[in-house]
């Protein structure tokens, strides 16, 4: 039985909805994957809060530039054509609405679109806030991306979020290794399902009222 897909299956999945011309950022993290699965043959541009437009998948290693970094320290690429600027147009350009997709990690994900991805509140926790909140309120469409579950077993996807938000009502949809949602007026809807799940599966996992899948 089968119902989880990898990190790099879903980073694949992620990238296979991103239309082409789009201009995204992609988080610390898990969601800098996504650039590794992008198509070579589509314009898809990839921003960095850090000062980059234009940036291409992880370099092998021999290929390592360590002056061309992403946002979280981790060696990148950089296109043809790509353009390096001050951490301050970086941030204008995030806020100013001009991305098309952010994809972020999260903490947790309320039914109504709230995005809780900094810090867990728990004492002696090192806040890592970054450049999300400037993303989940500045970006078209916010896209999530997350295990399901925690380590201890606790759904990501929440009734109503207990940790400190990043943004209210900010999500858009939220891919997972059991599955994928989107973010409606009525709840979590079941986008697709990964392997052998169901949605009586879900729901006893989230503790959610979920949606059937959409057409």
């Not at 589509?42 to 992880?58: D, F, R, S």
């Not at 940790?163 to 709840?187: I, K, M, N, Q, S």
Request: charged share 20%; hydrophobic share 45%.
């Amino acid at each position: 039985m089968t119902t989880r897909i990898s990190r790099d299956e879903l980073a694949a999945r992620i990238a296979a909805d991103i239309p082409e011309g789009a201009y995204v950022n992609l988080g610390i993290g898990a969601p800098t994957l996504v650039a590794n699965f992008l198509p070579s043959d589509q314009e898809i541009i990839l921003h960095t809060e850090n000062g980059l437009l234009g940036m291409g998948e992880a370099p092998a290693a021999d290929r390592v530039d360590p002056d061309l970094i992403n946002a979280g320290k981790q060696p990148v690429t950089a296109l043809p054509g790509a353009a390096y600027f001050h951490h301050a147009d970086s941030f204008a350009m995030m806020r100013g609405g001009h991305l098309d997709i952010c994809v972020l990690g999260a903490f947790q994900v309320s039914e109504r679109g709230d995005l809780a991805n900094w810090s867990t509140g728990a004492p002696g926790a090192i806040p890592a806030v970054g450049g999300a909140m400037d993303l989940a309120i500045g970006a078209k469409q916010v896209f999530v991306m997350t295990d399901l579950l925690t380590k201890q077993g606790a759904s990501k996807l929440v009734a109503a979020c207990t940790y400190p938000l990043t943004g209210v009502g900010c999500v858009t949809r939220v891919y997972t290794d059991h599955a994928v949602f989107d973010v409606t007026d009525e709840g979590f809807r079941v986008r697709e399902l990964f392997g052998d799940n169901t949605i009586e599966g879900l729901e006893s996992l989230t503790g959610l009222s979920l949606q059937e899948v959409a057409a």
